[in-house]
């Protein structure tokens, strides 16, 4: 069984039902973060199940110059606080630098580490050492037994708030793939397991200049990964997704979401009911 955790309202882990992960992949503007905010708090309050609110207040990581990166650390940070005042739920998001490490703490309950970037130390202890969250994104390039050292890392500074993600492993070209025995050897570390279901079905770099996705394989791959029995799933989410300035492709709109969500709680009540690391 893997640990419980608590960040805000939200617990997760242990054999608590699945938790949600979601927001837009980046901060495009302010009126348009607190309206989904505003849509997931009654979402998590109608279903009765934990939120924690992610948008990245900078994509550093994007496959061209001139790529949308949003608001930049100030800013964004604003923003995400007014998330978390406005609608008391938690927030995420990513850091790319040990410099935006501490100013992030102060606004964030949990320090996103970027899959590319899983095993770079400064950062990890540095987020490590704030005593937040950390969600370290597995890397594409990662064998999952991989990321015991990277664990090690964040407790080797005491700290034990640790969410660990899966989001696919490069499969030739431009293309990712799931490999769902990858959930189960994460949650032997003990510690909450999340399935990135939007970034794993992107096609990194697929449009060129741009990450290209597959939107229509989030629902199935969801699916399978609660019926393996994850902690929380991880979806961005966009009002418009064809129209998103960021992963416009891999993203889910926000109408039909409660219906997707209600199927994939059905799945964990029957998994979460057998007990833990059932067969």
Known sequence: MTSELTFGGCTLGGERSLALIAGPCVIENEAATLRIAGHLKRLGEELGIGVIFKA????????????????????????????????????????????????????????????????????????????????????????????????????????????????????????LVVDMRSLVILRELGYPVVFDATHSVQLPGGQGKASGGERRFVAPLSRAAVAVGVDALFWELHEEPDKALCDGPNSLPLNGLRERLEALLAVDRIVKSKGPHHE
């Open 56 to 175: 990245s207040y900078d994509k550093a990581n994007r496959t061209s110059v001139g790529s949308f990166r949003g608001p930049g650390l100030e800013k964004g940070l604003a923003i995400l606080a007014k998330v978390k005042n406005e609608f008391g739920l938690p927030v995420l998001s990513d850091v790319h630098e040990t410099s935006q490490v501490e100013p992030a703490a102060e606004v964030l309950d949990i320090l996103q580490i970027p899959a590319f970037l899983c095993r770079q130390t400064d950062l990890l202890l540095a987020a490590a050492r704030t005593g937040r969250g950390v969600n370290v994104k597995k890397g594409q390039f990662l064998a999952p037994w991989d990321l015991a050292n990277t664990v090690a890392k964040i407790e080797s500074c005491g700290n034990r708030n640790i969410l660990l993600t899966e989001r696919g492993n490069s499969f030739g070209y431009n293309n």
